[in-house]
């Protein structure tokens, strides 16, 4: 017979591995939903854009925000990952290093020389919200840059080579031809989803012969330069001369009218001062003459009157004297020779004298 001591010992004893045992499962299930979770999730680091594919559904989803994101395992999500900051992509050298390292950029002008760029600089990065684009079209990863290599070579080349070996050393035609070259990469590669932020280029470099001649040609634009602002100084200073002299006889001119407009002003006061005063004698004169004349009219009438009364008395007298016999003529005509002398001496041997000349004496003699 068994011990009944001993079985109570033996049922506790399986009583504990199985309590035990459960909270292995249980300890077992967490972890591996902390294992599950863990793989359900990916970060996106700052300066990255991410495309998620629901592989189940084909739906595509890109993230742009740095963070963590749901990726669940077993191929229902796939994330690709791309480097969103802005990169760097020279050509310099004599040969290609990587994909964006390559040989030195060589152009053929349009006047048939060539010329090159001894280090090319090309700024460029994803557009973060065609990150879908850059996936389908290149590729994962950095595939993205196999882009840069043909275009940019081909459209630098293209749009410097429009310009000669004069224009391309002006760098205000080379600036434009620059500009010209990053507008046409952006209309090529903007719908794979990449953008040229930039084109750095250095003075393109020619034979050691043209070089000189460049030089020398850049010498002379200086001198040009000079000369051109000394004959815009040479201006400015004419144009200031021109300025002062222009004030001062101005000034002298405003001097002389303000004088002429006194004198003038000072010569209608006194004419309009003299007019009143001629008026005013004009018009005494006048009232004097009218009074003057009305009273010779009136003498006038008065001594016309008075002639025509004493003529009409004188008259009167010879009429009178004519009727008056010879005696009273000699009477009155001796009254009239009183005190006179005559003094006849005949002029011929005439009794009868037919001439009778006599002169009065100072003194009252004959």
Same mark, same amino acid.
């Given at each position: 017979m068994s011990d009944p001591k001993n079985d109570n010992a033996g049922m506790e004893f399986?009583?504990? #591995?199985?309590?035990?045992?459960?909270?292995?499962?249980?300890?077992?299930?967490?972890?591996?939903?902390?294992? *599950?979770?863990?793989?359900?999730?990916?970060?996106?680091?700052?300066?990255?854009?991410?495309? &998620?594919?629901? @592989?189940?559904?084909?739906?595509? =989803?890109?993230?742009?925000?740095?963070?963590?994101?749901?990726?669940?395992?077993?191929?229902? +999500?796939?994330?690709?990952?791309?480097?969103?900051?802005?990169?760097?992509? +020279?050509? +310099?050298?004599?040969?290609?290093?990587?994909?964006?390292?390559?040989?030195?950029?060589?152009?053929?002008?349009?006047?048939?020389?060539?010329?090159?760029?001894?280090?090319?600089?090309?700024?460029?990065? *994803? %557009?973060?919200?065609?990150?879908?684009?850059?996936?389908?079209?290149?590729?994962?990863?950095?595939?993205?840059?196999?882009?840069?290599?043909?275009?940019?070579r081909s459209i630098l080349r293209d749009e410097f080579g429009l310009l000669s070996t004069i224009t391309v050393s002006n760098p205000a035609k080379f600036g434009e031809a620059t500009e010209k070259a990053r507008k046409r990469l952006n209309d090529l590669l903007n719908p794979h989803g990449i953008e040229i932020v930039s084109i750095v280029t250095p003075r393109p470099h020619f034979s050691p012969e043209?070089?000189? #001649?460049?030089?020398? &040609?850049?010498?002379?634009?200086?001198?040009?330069?000079?000369?051109?602002?000394?004959?815009?100084?040479?201006?400015?200073?004419?144009? &200031?001369? %021109?300025?002062?002299? =222009?004030?001062?006889?101005?000034?002298?001119?405003?001097?002389?009218?303000?004088?002429?407009? @006194?004198?003038?002003? !000072?010569?209608?006061?006194?004419?309009?001062? !003299?007019?009143r005063e001629v008026d005013s004698y004009k018009i005494d004169k006048i009232a004097a003459g009218q009074a003057a004349l009305s009273g010779a009219q009136q003498t006038a009438e008065a001594l016309t009157g008075q002639l025509a009364a004493q003529f009409e008395t004188k008259r009167a007298e010879i009429d009178a004297f004519r009727n008056q016999s010879v005696e009273r003529v000699m009477e009155r005509l001796g009254e009239r020779l009183e005190g006179v002398t005559i003094n006849i001496q005949p002029w011929a041997s005439d009794a009868n004298p037919k001439r009778v000349q006599y002169e009065q004496l100072p003194g009252g003699g004959q």
């Open positions: 399986l009583k504990s #591995l199985t309590a035990q045992g459960g909270k292995l499962w249980l300890v077992g299930a967490v972890a591996c939903v902390l294992i *599950i979770g863990l793989r359900a999730c990916s970060s996106i680091d700052p300066g990255q854009v991410a495309v &998620r594919i629901n @592989n189940a559904t084909g739906a595509v =989803e890109t993230i742009t925000q740095p963070g963590l994101i749901m990726q669940l395992p077993f191929g229902v +999500h796939s994330v690709y990952r791309l480097d969103a900051s802005q990169q760097t992509f +020279h050509m +310099h050298g004599d040969k290609d290093v990587s994909a964006l390292e390559v040989a030195e950029l060589t152009v053929r002008a349009s006047d048939g020389s060539n010329f090159e760029f001894s280090d090319t600089t090309v700024l460029f990065q *994803i %557009l973060g919200s065609r990150a879908e684009d850059v996936v389908r079209d290149s590729g994962v990863a950095d595939r993205y840059r196999m882009w840069m290599v043909p275009y940019a043209y070089e000189a #001649l460049i030089e020398a &040609r850049n010498q002379t634009e200086n001198q040009l330069t000079v000369i051109d602002s000394e004959l815009q100084r040479a201006a400015t200073d004419r144009q &200031r001369q %021109l300025a002062e002299v =222009e004030r001062d006889q101005n000034k002298i001119i405003q001097e002389k009218r303000a004088a002429l407009e @006194n004198q003038l002003a !000072t010569a209608q006061t006194a004419q309009i001062q !003299t007019k």
